[in-house]
């Protein structure tokens, strides 16, 4: 592989890589607002916690900080319990995540990575959509933005008007 061809695949694996953490605070997000409703008097930071205690389990990004490892040790039961009713509660999440999970186990294989762990948990908890197709990079990337903007995280290009452009121009 040449030095262009690493560099663009560098590129591409990054962008992917941008798409995948769109996912990732989308679900913190929904996750965050369902954990919300299942249990209103638990303390928010708790909530905050096994929100993110969930989303990094799902996506094998493991916070190594001391605090965030007792809190996993303490609590994985209610983080593996909360995990198996996920496709139940987030339905219309599946699709999005069963792609950017997928993509993600592309890319990692692409770093020499082994993410089978990661989709057989998905899988396994009924999360992956097995009949779903792997989303080519700009349908992937496209989802992401606008699964982003839906949820306020990113903003979606805007059109430039012919006032603008000329703006551009001089």
């Known amino acids: 592989m040449d030095t262009t061809t690493k560099i663009s695949e560098s590129r591409l694996l990054s962008v992917l890589r941008a798409g995948i953490c769109v996912m990732q605070m989308v679900l913190f997000k929904e996750l965050r607002a369902l954990l919300g409703r299942k249990y209103p008097f638990q303390d928010p930071q708790q909530l905050a916690m096994l929100t993110g205690a969930m989303t990094n389990e799902l996506f094998g990004t493991l916070n190594r900080e001391e605090k965030f490892v007792s809190f996993h040790h303490h609590n994985h039961a209610d983080i593996e319990q909360e995990l198996l009713g996920l496709a139940r509660e987030l339905p219309h999440l599946r699709a999005p995540l069963t792609d950017a999970l997928r993509m993600q186990a592309l890319c ?8 089978v762990k990661i989709l057989n948990q998905a899988a396994d908890i009924g999360l992956l959509l097995p009949e779903r197709e792997m989303p080519m990079p700009a349908s992937f990337l496209i989802m992401m933005r606008n699964l982003g903007n839906e949820h306020q995280l990113v903003m979606a290009p805007a059109p430039i008007s012919p006032e603008d452009e000329q703006g551009l121009v001089h």
Do not use: F, Y
């Not at 990692?108 to 993410?115: A, L, N, P």
């Open 108 to 115: 990692d294989s692409r770093e020499e990575k082994d993410s």
